[in-house]
């Protein structure tokens, strides 16, 4: 297969889901019930790819303590319930997934 | 707006960004090792971060060629994968309607998931957000650098550690976009769109090509609409 050909293609497929909203912003009026819609956008969006990369690892459910990215996600998720700060957060997910490598 | 302003929002878009991108740098390097290790040329690997600056659809793509999928099969799965990318643009369509094109291409090429993450929460509760372009613009380049820095970091690694994309590193990613859901949910109906999302991500995801992700959002999306007060307001409203 031609690498170039794929990123190419890759490269437009990619972009024009990315432009065309922007490109028609300001020509179409949204109406205010879609305008509330899309700003539930991150929370469904990023709440789907967090459950898929960490409550299903090789295409099957895995809720069990060999799952260190659940554990990395659960120990974030405390951590997010008490502090705001992102780095923390994410401090807080890296070290419970590195001490679960470790001791689990 | 003065040069000082703008460079300062510029700045302060990067800054925030920094725990997103620092969660990046692993996911980036695993990228360009992973992608040596399934017989991209370099170059290609590094045009990929270069021209296509999209870290779901690089890996899916890396991912199917390794198992020889046909190219039309990996452009559908890399388009139908990129369609959460619309839903961003199409809710920030408020804050870049007033903006030339020259800004919007550029925003539009660099728009990713931790772009996204960091402009919309900035946004979020505030009426109006005067050079929110340069914030987004700031994120943006210094994710894109970041990005491609990696790629190259990892392809050298590759050669020289060709296990490294079992070490699950991007696990940085996800309490990543942690760290930005959670504080974002306040009101009942942003609980029950996490709820609804995580349930029906469960119930779909051996669904082709991530549209269980793409369903799951908008069923997501559809249960907040029906039970956020505020929207349920403003239509009384437009009826009397």
């Known amino acids: ?104 | 707006m003065s040069t000082k302003a703008k460079s300062s929002l510029f700045l302060q878009g990067a800054l925030d960004s920094s725990p997103l991108i620092l969660a990046a740098i692993p996911f980036g390097m695993i990228f360009g090792a992973l992608a040596i290790t399934t017989g991209l040329s370099s170059w290609a690997t590094l045009a990929m971060s270069l021209f296509v600056f999209a870290g779901a659809s690089q890996f899916i793509a890396v991912t199917l060629l390794a198992s020889a999928t046909a190219l039309p099969v990996i452009l559908l799965t890399v388009f139908v994968v990129n369609l959460r990318h619309m839903l961003y643009a199409a809710s920030l369509m408020p804050q870049v309607e007033n903006l030339p094109q020259k800004f919007r291409f550029p925003m539009a090429f660099w728009l990713t998931d931790e772009t996204f993450a960091v402009v919309s929460n900035h946004v979020a509760g505030k009426k109006d957000t005067p050079g929110l372009h340069w914030y987004f613009l700031g994120s943006a380049l210094a994710m894109y650098t970041v990005w491609a820095t990696c790629t190259v970091i990892g392809i050298i690694m590759g050669q020289q550690i060709p296990d490294i994309s079992s070490w699950g590193l991007d696990v940085a990613m996800l309490v990543g976009f942690i760290g930005i859901v959670v504080p974002n949910l306040k009101l009942r109906a942003d609980w029950a769109c996490a709820a609804t999302a995580m349930f029906s991500t469960l119930m779909t995801y051996h669904w082709p090509n991530q549209t269980g992700l793409l369903f799951s959002s908008f069923l997501a999306i559809s249960v907040a609409i029906l039970l956020d007060r505020r929207v349920k307001v403003s239509v009384e409203q437009n009826h009397e």
Not at chain 1, 68 to 87: C, D, E, G, K, P
């Open chain 1, 1 to 104: 297969m031609n690498e170039w050909l794929l990123i190419a293609a890759m490269t437009v497929l990619t972009f024009t889901p990315r432009y065309l909203p922007f490109g028609m912003a300001g020509k179409v009026k949204i109406p205010p019930i879609l305008e509330r819609a899309l700003t539930f956008v991150p929370i469904a969006v990023l709440t789907s790819i967090i459950t898929q990369s960490s409550l299903i690892r090789h295409g099957e459910l895995a809720l069990n303590l060999a799952n260190h990215h659940l554990l990395a996600v659960l120990a974030a998720f405390a951590t997010a319930l008490i502090s705001r700060q992102l780095f923390i957060i994410v401090t807080v997910g890296l070290a419970a997934f590195i001490m679960a490598k470790w001791l689990l």
